[in-house]
């Protein structure tokens, strides 16, 4: 008889994303920490996905080379990037079928933001603090006040996990169903403003 600890568990993602513009050398080395893998195990995911664009591949080969990849309980795996976008993995981390809704971990980029916000997934941003004229930290600091997403800190990432699953229990839809004008026709910078409370 087969014991309820030994039975598969359903899937559950963790997709990261550093964008197609900058390397974010020190997101994808944060991820990849021992700490952070058993938090995810622990939270009952099953699967990492990264996207570690060209200069990241090298970090991420480096993983599978010095780590025990097996040991850490989780599956493992990257790509440099996706030209059709990044809507099949962020659908991989809400969980479709018989998987279980993850969380996707970004760069606080505004096409990443949004792309996840329209699919509903739960989010944590997190900005990259080695990019001149940092508009990122504004960004998802407000987003995070307005709560939409968590406001994520490389040396804190295990506590952004966590926190998660309280945004899951309250997330908001996007765009917003009070937002006033369907801000579609104003594109990008129409919902932008919207949610940063700009005024024409």
Known sequence: MANAADAPRPKKVCFVTIGATASFDSLLKA??????????????????????????????????????????????????????????????????????????????????????????????VVPNPELLDNHQVELAEELAAQGYVIHGRLNDLVAAVSDTERLRRRQKQWPPVNSGLDPSGRGLAGVMDDQMGFVD
């Open 31 to 124: 991820v990849l920490d021992h700490s952070f893998l058993e938090t995810l195990r622990d939270a009952g995911y099953t699967d990492l996905l990264l996207q570690y664009g060209k200069e990241g591949q090298a970090i991420f080969n480096d993983f599978f080379q010095y780590r025990d990849v097996q040991g850490c309980g989780i599956s493992i795996d990257g790509f440099d990037f996706n030209r059709k976008g990044l809507g099949q993995e962020m659908r991989a981390a809400k969980g479709e079928g018989t998987s279980v809704e993850g969380v996707v971990i970004s760069h606080a980029g505004s096409g990443s933001i949004l792309d996840a916000l329209r699919i509903g997934v739960p989010l944590i």
